[in-house]
């Protein structure tokens, strides 16, 4: 079983960067696959970013891309998202993700394991 707790949320001004961290239980990392989904309201859940296992691959929405880097410490069992140059249309419960197996995945049904969600929002 795989826990997850999400941080870093926050208010930010439009242009600004907020750093969100994963931090997964101890005894279940194992260097699965994680990923960061947001869901704005009234929308449905979207696939933000990925990285495999290793942390050698990495996958992003093009709506993140050059903004947005994910990057993980199997050391410290925590998975970062930076989110650089936000957007007001980056606000939304940003969620992190895991699943058993080191390849990286791009739907939210490959991800069994979910966060609580952490609240970014941006100001115009």
């Known amino acids: 079983q795989v826990q997850l707790v999400e941080s870093g949320g926050g208010l930010v001004q439009a242009g600004g960067s907020l750093r969100l961290s994963c931090a997964a239980s101890?005894?279940?990392?194992?260097?699965?696959?994680m990923a960061w989904f947001r869901q704005a309201p009234g929308k449905e859940r979207e696939f933000v970013a990925a990285?495999?296992?290793?942390?050698?691959?990495?996958y992003y929405a093009d709506s993140v891309k050059g903004r947005f880097t994910i990057s993980r410490d199997n050391a410290e069992n925590t998975v970062y998202l930076q989110m650089n140059s936000l957007k007001p249309d980056d606000t939304a419960v940003y969620y992190c993700?895991?699943?058993?197996?080191?390849?990286?995945?791009?739907?939210?049904?490959?991800?069994?394991?979910w966060g609580q969600g952490t609240q970014v929002t941006v100001s115009s």
């Open positions: 993700a895991a699943r058993s197996a080191l390849r990286l995945g791009l739907l939210a049904n490959e991800y069994p394991y």
């Open positions: 101890a005894r279940s990392f194992s260097s699965p696959a």
């Open positions: 990285i495999s296992g290793t942390g050698v691959r990495t």
